[in-house]
């Protein structure tokens, strides 16, 4: 089990316990992912850290230009990467797409102050790095372990699956996943909730689903202002 921990703020005056915000949910998808030769691979994948700090960190692809530039096109809620070959400089070849894992510090740094006596001002200068590892593999998921988090634990027990990003032809996120996938999700749910009716998961949110935010306009609004 993986086991979160957050600080417990104490209110002596009413008795009561009040639990730290936990931040932006982790937001899982179905992904569909459809390879040169025409073979198909359905899974589930994580866009990445949850907002801790109500911020984001998401994985997702990079092309890599002849120039040098990188081009970031990362998991959102308007991820589509449905046709590489739409993408001019990969389908004349003068750009290599590749898988990025986000990396970077999940919570952010704290702001500097400088206060200029002589000129009586202060400056408060705040400070984003966003880091990636960038891989010629995309990890995919075919099962879901106890707590649904896929990508923090063993292979053998999230079923994990490396894709050579070289043979991808397209990638979509599914609005309407499969029956199979749904049954696993479903499934995983139930022994998640009956392993808490044993003992308490203290501060345990669960990630939520794509396909279940994307035709809630309302969710999409709130969650898209942490990317």
């Not at 449905?82 to 970077?104: F, P, Q």
């Not at 880091?131 to 995919?140: C, G, V």
Request: charged share 30%; net charge negative; hydrophobic share 35%.
């Amino acid at each position: 089990m993986r086991i979160i921990f957050s600080i417990i703020l104490i209110l002596f005056t009413s008795g009561k316990t009040v639990d730290f915000d936990l931040g932006a949910p982790e937001i899982q998808a179905v992904c569909k992912v459809t390879l040169n030769d025409g073979k198909i691979i359905e899974g589930f994948i994580t866009f990445g850290a949850r907002g801790y700090e109500y911020k984001y960190r998401t994985h997702g692809f990079c092309f890599e230009h002849d120039n040098g530039t990188k081009q970031l096109i990362l998991y959102d809620f308007k991820f589509n990467l449905s046709n590489l070959d739409s993408y001019a400089s990969h389908r004349n070849g003068t750009s290599k797409l590749c898988y990025v894992e986000n990396i970077s510090l999940r919570y952010l740094q704290q702001p500097k102050t400088e206060f200029d006596e002589k000129e009586n001002t202060l400056t408060i200068t705040k400070t984003d790095v966003e880091k990636y590892r960038l891989l010629e593999q995309m990890p995919i998921y075919t099962k879901l372990p106890l707590d649904l988090f896929v990508g923090y634990i063993s292979d053998e027990q999230n079923g994990k699956t490396s894709i050579e990003v070289n043979q991808i032809k397209s990638i979509e996120l599914l609005k309407k996943p499969s029956k199979a996938s749904l049954d696993i999700i479903e499934n995983a749910r139930k022994k998640q909730s009956e392993s808490e009716k044993e003992e308490e998961w203290v501060d345990y949110q669960p990630p939520v689903w794509y396909h279940e935010i994307i035709t809630n306009q309302e969710r999409i609004d709130y969650l898209s202002k942490f990317f």
